[in-house]
Nanobody, 114 residues
């Protein structure tokens, strides 16, 4: 059974940092792993992705501030978020794309506010 469980969200002040983690079980290979975010009334958008070859890509709004990484020992994918802004406030989801399926976590809330 495939499970993706996010953790690490919370409330942080502007300029602060958070580290999100997505624990993955039931998946042995993948095409890419990614973090998405969504705010009310808007479509879900990809903020960072990691190919199976290890190449990261980032949304222009987070480039230079966020970093996606994979922890092989814990079988997780992480998102380090620095210099957070109020516009980063959203529910963050991790996703894993295999062939032919995609899987999603339940989401974790990130709120950036003074």
């Amino acid at each position: 059974q495939v499970q993706l469980v996010e953790s690490g969200g919370g409330l942080v002040q502007p300029g602060g940092s958070l580290r999100l983690s997505c624990a993955i079980s039931g998946i042995s290979s993948f095409t890419y792993m990614a973090w998405y975010r969504q705010t009310p009334g808007k479509e879900r958008e990809s903020v960072a992705a990691l190919t199976s070859g290890g190449t990261p890509t980032y949304h222009v709004a987070v480039k230079g501030r966020f970093a996606i990484s994979r922890d092989y020992a814990k079988n997780s994918v992480n998102l380090q978020m620095n210099s957070l802004k109020p516009d980063d406030t959203a529910v963050y989801y991790c996703s894993v794309l295999t062939d032919p399926n995609s899987y999603w976590g339940q989401g974790t809330q990130v709120t950036v506010s003074a």
